[in-house]
Each structure stands twice: as C-alpha cells, then as structure tokens.
C-alpha cells in the first residue's frame, strides 16, 4: 500500500512539473544552421518549416550542467515558423543571430514537430559595450544554500516562464566555445534584462550564482542555481 502512495506522489510531482512550463517565451543566440521544410507534417494552412541554431560559438552537441526542467534547452534548438517568413530567415544561414521565441503555438503551427515558434530573428550585435556592465540582484529564495561560485561563459538562451512563481530560466555557453553549457534560475527583473542584453551582444561574463535546495522540489528539480550577479568581461582582456 505504501509503495502505491509512493508512486501516486511520483506521478502526480511529475505532471505537476511538467504543468508548470506551459507558456514561455525567450530569446536564444548562435549560429543558424539550419531551414527546411517538415516533411512529416504541414499546418492548418500551409506548410510547416523548422529551423535549427547551433547555441553559442563553435558547439556541435550539448553536454548539460547544472538542473533545469527536461527538454527546456537543447542543442541544436529547433524551432517552427510559416512559409512567408523562409526567404528573410534562409538569408541569415551561416550567421550569429538572435531569436526570440514563444510557446505555445498559434494554430496553423500546432501540427510543428518543434515546440518553440519564431517571433523574431535578426543578427547578433557582436561585443557591443554594454552599459551597466555589472548588474547584482537579490535572491529571493529562502531555500537553503549548498554552495556558491562563478562561472564563465556566453548566455545562449533566456527563457520567461508565465507562472505564480515569476521565475526565469537562463543556460550560458561555458568558456568562449564548445558544447559545455550550464543552466541557472533568474528570481529578479533587472537581472533578467541585463541577461536579455548579454545575449543580444554575444558578450563574455562572469555569473556569480548560489546553489540551493529545493525545499518544494520546484519543477521536479532537488537543487537550482540561482544568479547573484552578471558582470561583463571586457573584451580586450581576452586577448
């Protein structure tokens, strides 16, 4: 009979998780790779396309760090969109560019083998100097810490989930390339759109972060990093 409880609690966390990340939208910056039409599917009223982007620089596969709920990120991020937007967005293969995204799907996409629609797509604004260039936000969280540090990288992918909780996802490419990318949690407004303009400019910063336990086991997650500070790192100092 335990065991029977045990199981109803999993299943039922589980969709509860799950019920929570139903309505987002973002932004995510890399390369476009990829258009074409979806062979396996059209829409309502008309044919379906999906695009793919390679998050960040120089990335082929997706090693995770870090916790965020399944299947929010991935690389490459797939996302759907019209026929009347292939020949703007074809024009901008092979470039850095910035995507802004939502979910869910208007009704002539529903049938997209993606679930990210394009909102928006348009070059990234390489290394334009930001201003502030340091931004520090409180947690609000009064879960406890597990430990604490910075890490290194390019923010690929900002995501605002429309939820009770007012909480924002955000997944940085560690180091200047590759497939290494490490997932936070965001709690405060300003932090989340100096996150927004880091993407939009590819630009290196250092994320101070807090490791917490999850005392709700919030999106069926034990513990989440939640973001302190986001400093830029001036470019010159790379070289």
Same mark, same amino acid.
């Given at each position: 009979?335990?065991?029977?409880?045990?199981?109803?609690?999993?299943?039922?966390?589980?969709?509860?998780?799950?019920?929570?990340?139903?309505?987002?939208?973002?932004?995510?910056?890399?390369?476009?790779?990829?258009?074409?039409?979806?062979?396996?599917?059209?829409?309502?009223? #008309?044919?379906?396309?999906?695009? %793919?982007?390679?998050?960040?620089?120089?990335?082929?596969?997706?090693?995770?760090? #870090?916790?965020?709920?399944?299947?929010?990120?991935?690389?490459?991020?797939?996302?759907?969109?019209?026929?009347?937007?292939?020949?703007?967005?074809?024009?901008?293969?092979?470039?850095?560019?910035?995507? %802004?995204?939502?979910?869910?799907?208007?009704?002539?996409l529903l049938s997209c083998t993606s679930e990210n629609e394009l909102v928006d797509v348009y070059p990234a604004n390489d290394y334009q100097i930001l201003e502030p260039t340091h931004v520090i936000g409180a947690i609000r969280t009064t879960d406890p810490q597990i430990s604490h540090g910075v890490e290194f990288g390019r923010v690929v992918n900002v995501i605002k989930n429309n939820d009770l909780f007012n909480i924002y996802f955000m997944t940085?490419?560690?180091?200047?390339?590759?497939?290494?990318?490490?997932?936070?949690?965001?709690?405060?407004?300003?932090?989340?759109?100096?996150?927004?303009?880091?993407?939009?400019?590819?630009?290196?910063?250092?994320?101070?972060?807090?490791?917490?336990?999850?005392?709700?086991?919030?999106?069926?997650?034990?513990?989440?990093?939640?973001?302190?500070?986001?400093?830029?790192?001036?470019? #010159?100092?790379?070289?």
């Amino acid at each position: 009979m335990l065991w029977v409880i045990l199981s109803l609690f999993s299943i039922s966390a589980s969709i509860s998780a799950r019920s929570l990340i139903i309505d987002t939208k973002g932004y995510v910056s890399g390369q476009l790779s990829r258009v074409n039409l979806d062979a396996n599917q059209s829409g309502v009223f #008309g044919r379906v396309y999906i695009g %793919e982007i390679l998050l960040g620089h120089d990335s082929a596969t997706f090693i995770s760090l #870090g916790n965020q709920p399944r299947g929010l990120v991935a690389n490459p991020w797939r996302f759907c969109f019209e026929k009347d937007e292939y020949d703007e967005i074809e024009d901008l293969i092979g470039k850095n560019v910035v995507l %802004e995204f939502k979910t869910p799907r208007k009704g002539s996409l529903l049938s997209c083998t993606s679930e990210n629609e394009l909102v928006d797509v348009y070059p990234a604004n390489d290394y334009q100097i930001l201003e502030p260039t340091h931004v520090i936000g409180a947690i609000r969280t009064t879960d406890p810490q597990i430990s604490h540090g910075v890490e290194f990288g390019r923010v690929v992918n900002v995501i605002k989930n429309n939820d009770l909780f007012n909480i924002y996802f955000m997944t940085i490419q560690v180091g200047s390339g590759g497939s290494k990318f490490r997932h936070f949690i965001i709690d405060n407004t300003d932090l989340f759109d100096f996150a927004i303009q880091s993407l939009q400019t590819a630009a290196m910063v250092k994320v101070h972060y807090s490791d917490r336990f999850s005392r709700r086991n919030l999106f069926g997650l034990s513990s989440m990093s939640y973001v302190s500070e986001i400093e830029m790192v001036d470019q #010159g100092n790379l070289e």
